[in-house]
Protein backbone atom coordinates (compact mmCIF):
# COMPACT_ATOMS: atom_id res chain seq x y z
CA UNK A 1 0.00 0.00 0.00
CA UNK A 2 1.19 3.77 -0.52
CA UNK A 3 2.18 6.05 2.06
CA UNK A 4 -0.31 8.60 1.84
CA UNK A 5 1.76 12.38 2.76
CA UNK A 6 -0.56 15.10 3.87
CA UNK A 7 1.27 17.94 2.37
CA UNK A 8 -0.13 20.53 4.21
CA UNK A 9 0.51 24.47 2.80
CA UNK A 10 -0.78 27.91 2.85
CA UNK A 11 -1.17 29.33 6.10
CA UNK A 12 -1.81 32.31 7.93
CA UNK A 13 1.89 34.01 7.24
CA UNK A 14 3.37 36.48 5.06
CA UNK A 15 4.37 33.65 3.01
CA UNK A 16 1.26 32.16 1.94
CA UNK A 17 1.58 32.32 -2.05
CA UNK A 18 4.93 31.00 -1.88
CA UNK A 19 4.02 28.22 0.29
CA UNK A 20 1.46 26.93 -2.15
CA UNK A 21 3.91 26.97 -4.77
CA UNK A 22 6.57 24.89 -2.84
CA UNK A 23 4.27 22.56 -1.72
CA UNK A 24 2.65 22.26 -5.30
CA UNK A 25 6.19 21.58 -6.50
CA UNK A 26 6.83 18.73 -4.15
CA UNK A 27 3.44 17.43 -4.98
CA UNK A 28 4.52 16.80 -8.27
CA UNK A 29 8.07 15.66 -7.51
CA UNK A 30 6.49 13.39 -5.02
CA UNK A 31 7.44 9.48 -6.45
CA UNK A 32 3.86 8.08 -6.80
CA UNK A 33 4.47 4.67 -7.30
CA UNK A 34 5.26 5.13 -3.23
CA UNK A 35 3.49 7.79 -1.93
CA UNK A 36 -0.22 9.22 -2.32
CA UNK A 37 -0.25 12.81 -1.97
CA UNK A 38 -3.25 14.23 -0.57
CA UNK A 39 -3.26 18.22 -0.61
CA UNK A 40 -4.17 20.28 2.72
CA UNK A 41 -4.71 23.85 2.06
CA UNK A 42 -5.11 25.99 5.05
CA UNK A 43 -6.54 29.55 4.24
CA UNK A 44 -5.70 32.91 5.44
CA UNK A 45 -8.55 32.13 7.48
CA UNK A 46 -7.52 29.37 8.96
CA UNK A 47 -10.20 26.77 7.30
CA UNK A 48 -8.58 23.41 5.74
CA UNK A 49 -9.74 22.27 2.51
CA UNK A 50 -8.56 19.32 0.42
CA UNK A 51 -9.31 18.06 -3.03
CA UNK A 52 -7.97 17.66 -6.23
CA UNK A 53 -8.79 21.11 -7.22
CA UNK A 54 -5.85 22.49 -5.14
CA UNK A 55 -3.46 20.80 -6.64
CA UNK A 56 -3.97 23.25 -10.03
CA UNK A 57 -1.69 26.74 -9.47
CA UNK A 58 -3.97 28.59 -11.89
CA UNK A 59 -6.76 27.51 -9.69
CA UNK A 60 -5.49 29.83 -6.72
CA UNK A 61 -6.02 33.08 -9.19
CA UNK A 62 -10.05 32.73 -8.09
CA UNK A 63 -9.52 31.51 -4.74
CA UNK A 64 -13.52 32.17 -3.77
CA UNK A 65 -14.43 29.79 -6.55
CA UNK A 66 -11.38 27.73 -5.49
CA UNK A 67 -12.40 27.38 -2.30
CA UNK A 68 -16.15 26.52 -3.04
CA UNK A 69 -14.98 23.44 -5.08
CA UNK A 70 -12.92 22.35 -2.53
CA UNK A 71 -13.47 20.49 0.53
CA UNK A 72 -13.53 22.06 4.03
CA UNK A 73 -12.17 19.61 6.18
CA UNK A 74 -11.04 19.25 10.04
CA UNK A 75 -7.88 16.67 11.10
CA UNK A 76 -9.11 14.32 13.63
CA UNK A 77 -8.58 10.68 14.65
CA UNK A 78 -10.92 8.49 13.56
CA UNK A 79 -12.47 5.07 15.50
CA UNK A 80 -9.55 2.94 14.69
CA UNK A 81 -6.95 5.41 15.37
CA UNK A 82 -5.81 6.84 12.44
CA UNK A 83 -5.87 10.33 11.44
CA UNK A 84 -7.98 11.32 9.19
CA UNK A 85 -9.51 14.54 7.80
CA UNK A 86 -13.04 14.69 7.90
CA UNK A 87 -15.83 17.03 6.32
CA UNK A 88 -16.56 20.41 8.37
CA UNK A 89 -19.20 20.20 8.76
CA UNK A 90 -19.52 16.50 9.92
CA UNK A 91 -22.41 15.32 7.64
CA UNK A 92 -25.40 13.51 9.68
CA UNK A 93 -25.43 10.98 7.32
CA UNK A 94 -23.16 8.87 5.09
CA UNK A 95 -19.10 9.02 5.09
CA UNK A 96 -17.29 12.04 7.35
CA UNK A 97 -13.86 10.89 6.41
CA UNK A 98 -12.54 12.34 3.15
CA UNK A 99 -8.71 11.12 3.60
CA UNK A 100 -6.47 9.29 5.94
CA UNK A 101 -3.09 10.19 6.63
CA UNK A 102 0.24 8.47 7.69
CA UNK A 103 2.45 11.26 7.29
CA UNK A 104 2.20 15.32 7.08
CA UNK A 105 4.30 16.98 5.34
CA UNK A 106 4.23 20.88 6.55
CA UNK A 107 5.40 23.07 3.72
CA UNK A 108 3.81 26.47 5.34
CA UNK A 109 6.70 29.19 5.13
CA UNK A 110 6.91 31.67 8.16
CA UNK A 111 4.72 32.24 11.11
CA UNK A 112 2.46 29.15 12.02
CA UNK A 113 4.12 26.75 9.76
CA UNK A 114 7.42 26.89 10.00
CA UNK A 115 7.74 27.99 14.01
CA UNK A 116 6.84 24.97 15.71
CA UNK A 117 3.17 25.55 15.92
CA UNK A 118 1.65 22.74 13.05
CA UNK A 119 4.33 20.62 14.41
CA UNK A 120 2.82 20.53 17.60
CA UNK A 121 -0.64 20.00 16.59
CA UNK A 122 0.76 16.80 15.16
CA UNK A 123 2.65 16.08 17.99
CA UNK A 124 -0.38 15.92 19.39
CA UNK A 125 -2.19 13.84 17.18
CA UNK A 126 0.94 11.21 17.34
CA UNK A 127 1.52 11.74 13.39
CA UNK A 128 4.52 11.45 12.05
CA UNK A 129 5.63 14.77 10.03
CA UNK A 130 8.48 15.75 7.76
CA UNK A 131 10.92 18.15 9.02
CA UNK A 132 12.10 20.40 11.97
CA UNK A 133 10.40 19.73 15.50
CA UNK A 134 8.86 21.97 17.77
CA UNK A 135 11.67 22.90 19.85
CA UNK A 136 14.16 23.04 16.77
CA UNK A 137 11.07 24.85 14.22
CA UNK A 138 10.58 27.71 17.20
CA UNK A 139 14.14 28.24 17.94
CA UNK A 140 14.90 28.40 14.29
CA UNK A 141 12.26 31.23 13.44
CA UNK A 142 13.06 33.55 16.35
CA UNK A 143 15.65 35.66 15.02
CA UNK A 144 16.89 36.17 18.53
CA UNK A 145 16.75 33.20 19.86
CA UNK A 146 18.66 30.90 17.20
CA UNK A 147 21.41 33.89 17.50
CA UNK A 148 21.33 33.20 21.63
CA UNK A 149 21.96 29.39 20.84
CA UNK A 150 24.27 29.84 18.08
CA UNK A 151 26.53 32.46 20.22
CA UNK A 152 26.66 30.21 22.95
CA UNK A 153 28.30 27.52 20.46
CA UNK A 154 30.57 29.44 19.46
CA UNK A 155 29.30 30.32 15.77
CA UNK A 156 30.03 33.17 14.31
CA UNK A 157 26.90 35.58 14.39
CA UNK A 158 26.55 39.37 14.06
CA UNK A 159 26.51 41.17 17.15
CA UNK A 160 23.09 42.52 18.06
CA UNK A 161 20.90 44.05 20.50
CA UNK A 162 17.42 43.20 20.73
CA UNK A 163 14.10 44.63 22.75
CA UNK A 164 10.37 44.26 23.03
CA UNK A 165 8.33 46.58 21.42
CA UNK A 166 6.97 47.50 25.21
CA UNK A 167 10.04 48.36 26.23
CA UNK A 168 10.65 50.60 23.02
CA UNK A 169 7.51 52.37 24.03
CA UNK A 170 8.67 52.79 27.43
CA UNK A 171 12.25 54.09 26.88
CA UNK A 172 13.54 54.44 23.63
CA UNK A 173 16.11 56.62 23.92
CA UNK A 174 18.13 54.26 26.75
CA UNK A 175 17.85 51.79 23.65
CA UNK A 176 18.81 53.87 21.30
CA UNK A 177 22.10 54.98 22.99
CA UNK A 178 22.65 51.57 23.57
CA UNK A 179 22.42 50.60 19.98
CA UNK A 180 24.81 53.47 19.15
CA UNK A 181 27.23 52.67 21.97
CA UNK A 182 27.26 48.90 21.22
CA UNK A 183 26.74 48.70 17.15
CA UNK A 184 26.96 52.24 15.74
CA UNK A 185 25.11 52.85 12.73
CA UNK A 186 24.47 51.96 10.17
CA UNK A 187 22.04 48.99 11.21
CA UNK A 188 19.77 46.64 10.21
CA UNK A 189 16.39 46.23 12.08
CA UNK A 190 14.29 43.13 12.03
CA UNK A 191 10.97 41.93 13.24
CA UNK A 192 12.16 38.87 15.33
CA UNK A 193 9.60 35.71 13.83
CA UNK A 194 9.07 36.93 10.08
CA UNK A 195 10.49 35.89 6.47
CA UNK A 196 11.14 37.41 3.15
CA UNK A 197 12.32 40.27 4.39
CA UNK A 198 8.98 41.56 5.54
CA UNK A 199 9.52 44.66 8.07
CA UNK A 200 13.04 44.67 7.21
CA UNK A 201 15.35 48.49 7.01
CA UNK A 202 18.40 50.00 7.29
CA UNK A 203 18.62 52.63 9.27
CA UNK A 204 22.02 55.43 9.15
CA UNK A 205 20.56 57.63 11.98
CA UNK A 206 18.28 57.86 14.80
CA UNK A 207 15.81 58.89 13.24
CA UNK A 208 15.73 56.22 10.35
CA UNK A 209 16.04 53.76 13.54
CA UNK A 210 13.37 55.03 15.22
CA UNK A 211 11.08 54.59 12.14
CA UNK A 212 12.63 51.52 11.33
CA UNK A 213 11.91 50.29 14.88
CA UNK A 214 8.41 51.79 14.50
CA UNK A 215 7.70 49.65 11.75
CA UNK A 216 9.27 46.56 12.26
CA UNK A 217 6.81 46.77 15.52
CA UNK A 218 3.67 46.31 13.20
CA UNK A 219 4.95 42.88 12.95
CA UNK A 220 6.44 41.33 16.14
CA UNK A 221 6.62 42.78 19.55
CA UNK A 222 10.17 41.18 19.50
CA UNK A 223 12.88 43.75 17.80
CA UNK A 224 16.22 42.84 16.83
CA UNK A 225 18.90 45.58 15.68
CA UNK A 226 21.81 44.26 13.85
CA UNK A 227 25.33 45.22 13.01
CA UNK A 228 25.28 45.89 9.29
CA UNK A 229 27.44 44.41 6.92
CA UNK A 230 28.44 46.92 4.10
CA UNK A 231 30.50 45.32 2.14
CA UNK A 232 28.60 41.91 1.53
CA UNK A 233 28.04 38.63 -0.19
CA UNK A 234 25.16 36.62 0.50
CA UNK A 235 25.48 33.04 0.24
CA UNK A 236 22.65 30.24 1.29
CA UNK A 237 23.81 26.22 2.13
CA UNK A 238 20.63 23.87 2.48
CA UNK A 239 21.76 20.78 5.03
CA UNK A 240 19.34 17.43 4.77
CA UNK A 241 19.08 15.00 7.64
CA UNK A 242 18.80 14.48 11.19
CA UNK A 243 20.79 14.49 14.98
CA UNK A 244 22.86 11.75 13.46
CA UNK A 245 24.05 11.83 9.90
CA UNK A 246 24.00 15.10 7.83
CA UNK A 247 25.19 16.45 4.69
CA UNK A 248 25.77 20.04 3.04
CA UNK A 249 24.29 20.75 -0.44
CA UNK A 250 25.65 23.03 -3.25
CA UNK A 251 26.16 26.76 -2.38
CA UNK A 252 24.37 29.48 -3.79
CA UNK A 253 25.34 32.90 -4.24
CA UNK A 254 21.67 34.95 -4.52
CA UNK A 255 21.86 38.53 -6.27
CA UNK A 256 20.35 41.58 -5.18
CA UNK A 257 18.69 44.64 -7.16
CA UNK A 258 18.47 47.04 -3.68
CA UNK A 259 21.07 46.95 -0.42
CA UNK A 260 18.34 44.54 1.27
CA UNK A 261 17.16 41.60 -0.64
CA UNK A 262 13.91 42.10 -0.85
CA UNK A 263 10.42 40.09 -1.20
CA UNK A 264 10.84 40.99 -5.16
CA UNK A 265 14.05 39.54 -5.16
CA UNK A 266 13.29 36.38 -3.88
CA UNK A 267 10.37 35.68 -5.63
CA UNK A 268 9.98 36.97 -9.01
CA UNK A 269 13.71 37.27 -10.29
CA UNK A 270 14.49 40.69 -8.82
CA UNK A 271 10.94 42.32 -10.26
CA UNK A 272 12.44 41.58 -13.76
CA UNK A 273 8.70 40.08 -14.24
CA UNK A 274 10.43 36.56 -14.28
CA UNK A 275 7.99 33.75 -13.66
CA UNK A 276 6.55 34.75 -9.81
CA UNK A 277 5.15 30.72 -10.13
CA UNK A 278 8.50 29.55 -9.57
CA UNK A 279 8.87 30.38 -5.69
CA UNK A 280 12.33 30.60 -4.81
CA UNK A 281 13.43 28.98 -7.82
CA UNK A 282 13.29 32.39 -9.69
CA UNK A 283 15.66 34.01 -7.54
CA UNK A 284 18.54 35.30 -9.13
CA UNK A 285 21.81 33.35 -8.13
CA UNK A 286 24.60 31.63 -8.86
CA UNK A 287 24.89 27.94 -8.53
CA UNK A 288 27.64 27.11 -7.57
CA UNK A 289 29.04 30.39 -5.41
CA UNK A 290 32.11 31.60 -6.90
CA UNK A 291 34.10 30.63 -3.60
CA UNK A 292 37.03 29.37 -3.01
CA UNK A 293 37.52 25.62 -1.62
CA UNK A 294 38.51 26.92 1.81
CA UNK A 295 35.65 29.40 2.04
CA UNK A 296 33.00 26.67 0.56
CA UNK A 297 34.06 24.38 3.03
CA UNK A 298 34.07 26.48 5.83
CA UNK A 299 30.23 27.49 4.69
CA UNK A 300 29.21 23.90 4.20
CA UNK A 301 30.56 23.01 8.01
CA UNK A 302 29.20 26.11 9.04
CA UNK A 303 25.71 25.33 7.88
CA UNK A 304 25.71 21.36 9.25
CA UNK A 305 27.08 22.83 12.68
CA UNK A 306 23.82 25.10 12.76
CA UNK A 307 21.44 22.46 11.39
CA UNK A 308 22.90 20.33 14.46
CA UNK A 309 23.16 22.94 17.05
CA UNK A 310 19.35 24.13 16.64
CA UNK A 311 18.17 20.21 16.65
CA UNK A 312 17.09 20.23 13.03
CA UNK A 313 15.68 17.49 11.14
CA UNK A 314 14.94 17.31 7.40
CA UNK A 315 15.87 20.07 4.79
CA UNK A 316 16.72 23.28 6.17
CA UNK A 317 18.52 26.20 4.41
CA UNK A 318 21.19 28.53 6.17
CA UNK A 319 21.63 31.75 4.67
CA UNK A 320 25.19 33.63 5.31
CA UNK A 321 26.24 36.92 4.91
CA UNK A 322 29.94 37.04 3.90
CA UNK A 323 31.69 40.69 4.94
CA UNK A 324 33.87 41.02 2.36
CA UNK A 325 36.42 43.89 4.04
CA UNK A 326 36.69 41.61 6.85
CA UNK A 327 36.51 38.07 4.70
CA UNK A 328 34.67 36.81 7.66
CA UNK A 329 31.85 34.43 7.34
CA UNK A 330 28.70 35.02 9.61
CA UNK A 331 25.69 32.94 10.01
CA UNK A 332 22.78 35.29 9.19
CA UNK A 333 19.66 32.55 9.66
CA UNK A 334 18.03 29.43 9.22
CA UNK A 335 14.73 28.62 7.11
CA UNK A 336 13.59 25.37 8.62
CA UNK A 337 10.99 25.03 5.70
CA UNK A 338 13.18 26.79 2.85
CA UNK A 339 11.51 28.35 -0.23
CA UNK A 340 11.30 25.33 -2.71
CA UNK A 341 12.62 23.36 -0.36
CA UNK A 342 15.65 23.94 -1.35
CA UNK A 343 15.28 21.39 -4.39
CA UNK A 344 17.61 23.00 -7.21
CA UNK A 345 20.55 23.20 -4.37
CA UNK A 346 20.41 19.18 -4.41
CA UNK A 347 20.07 19.30 -8.33
CA UNK A 348 23.28 19.89 -8.84
CA UNK A 349 24.57 17.17 -6.54
CA UNK A 350 23.02 14.62 -7.91
CA UNK A 351 19.74 14.33 -5.85
CA UNK A 352 16.79 15.29 -7.70
CA UNK A 353 13.57 16.46 -6.33
CA UNK A 354 11.74 12.73 -6.17
CA UNK A 355 14.83 11.93 -4.37
CA UNK A 356 14.80 14.35 -1.80
CA UNK A 357 11.05 14.39 -1.14
CA UNK A 358 11.62 10.65 -0.55
CA UNK A 359 14.45 11.14 1.84
CA UNK A 360 12.36 13.49 4.08
CA UNK A 361 9.47 11.45 4.44
CA UNK A 362 12.01 8.50 5.64
CA UNK A 363 13.54 10.50 7.47
CA UNK A 364 10.34 11.60 9.58
CA UNK A 365 9.10 7.74 9.50
CA UNK A 366 12.58 7.08 11.30
CA UNK A 367 11.99 9.84 14.03
CA UNK A 368 8.36 8.24 14.82
CA UNK A 369 10.08 5.05 15.37
CA UNK A 370 12.46 6.49 17.77
CA UNK A 371 10.21 8.31 19.39
CA UNK A 372 7.86 5.27 19.73
CA UNK A 373 10.05 3.80 22.03
CA UNK A 374 10.03 6.63 24.82
CA UNK A 375 7.39 6.25 27.44
CA UNK A 376 5.02 9.22 27.60
CA UNK A 377 2.66 8.50 30.05
CA UNK A 378 2.66 5.19 32.62
CA UNK A 379 -0.21 2.85 31.54
CA UNK A 380 -1.72 2.83 35.55
CA UNK A 381 -4.13 5.07 36.80
CA UNK A 382 -3.11 6.51 39.89
CA UNK A 383 -6.89 7.39 40.82
CA UNK A 384 -7.75 3.25 41.03
CA UNK A 385 -4.62 3.00 43.25
CA UNK A 386 -5.37 4.99 45.44
CA UNK A 387 -7.48 4.35 48.97
CA UNK A 388 -10.88 6.71 48.90
CA UNK A 389 -9.12 8.44 51.94
CA UNK A 390 -6.26 8.72 49.76
CA UNK A 391 -8.18 10.70 46.76
CA UNK A 392 -9.23 12.88 49.69
CA UNK A 393 -6.32 14.28 50.84
CA UNK A 394 -6.48 12.32 54.26
CA UNK A 395 -3.67 10.84 55.45
CA UNK A 396 0.15 11.93 55.06
CA UNK A 397 1.77 9.19 53.96
CA UNK A 398 -1.08 9.52 50.62
CA UNK A 399 0.11 13.12 49.50
CA UNK A 400 2.15 12.39 46.32
CA UNK A 401 6.23 13.47 46.36
CA UNK A 402 6.02 16.88 44.14
N1 LIG B 1 23.28 42.46 9.25
C1 LIG B 1 23.02 42.68 7.98
N2 LIG B 1 23.83 43.45 7.21
C2 LIG B 1 23.55 43.70 5.93
N3 LIG B 1 22.46 43.27 5.29
C3 LIG B 1 21.58 42.49 5.97
C4 LIG B 1 21.81 42.18 7.35
N4 LIG B 1 20.79 41.42 7.79
C5 LIG B 1 19.96 41.28 6.74
N5 LIG B 1 20.42 41.92 5.64
C6 LIG B 1 19.74 41.98 4.32
O1 LIG B 1 18.34 41.82 4.53
C7 LIG B 1 17.84 40.63 3.93
C8 LIG B 1 16.75 40.02 4.80
O2 LIG B 1 17.23 39.73 6.09
P1 LIG B 1 17.05 38.28 6.75
O3 LIG B 1 17.68 38.33 8.09
O4 LIG B 1 17.55 37.25 5.83
O5 LIG B 1 15.48 38.20 6.93
P2 LIG B 1 14.34 37.28 6.28
O6 LIG B 1 14.02 36.24 7.28
O7 LIG B 1 13.19 38.21 6.09
O8 LIG B 1 14.88 36.73 5.00
C9 LIG B 1 19.07 39.77 3.76
O9 LIG B 1 18.89 38.82 2.73
C10 LIG B 1 20.15 40.81 3.44
O10 LIG B 1 20.05 41.23 2.08
MG1 LIG C 1 16.67 35.84 4.61
Redesign the pocket.
Known amino acids: MKTRVGVVFGGVSVEHEVSVISALQAIKAMDDNQYEAVPVYISKDRNWYTGEELLDIEAYKDLKQLLQNAQKVSITKSDNGNVILQKDPVPKFGKRSVAEIDVAFPIVHGTFGEDGVLQGLFELYDLPYVGCDVMSSAAGMD ?1 VMMKQILRDSKLPV ?1 DYVWFHSSHWTDDSEDIITMIEERLGFPV ?1 V ?1 PAN ?5 G ?1 N ?1 AQTREELEEAVEEAMSFASKILV ?5 D ?1 K ?1 VNCSVLGDYEEVEASVIEE ?1 L ?1 SE ?3 SYQDKYQGGGKGADAAKGMESTDRVIPAPLDDKSTTEVQELAKDTFQILGCSGVSRI ?1 F ?1 IDQTENKVYV ?2 I ?1 TIPGSLSFYLWDPAGKNYTQLTHQLIQLALKRKRERDKLTFSIDSNLFSLQSAEGVKGGSKSNKPNA
Open positions: KLIKLGSSVIKEYMVQMEVKEILDLNEN
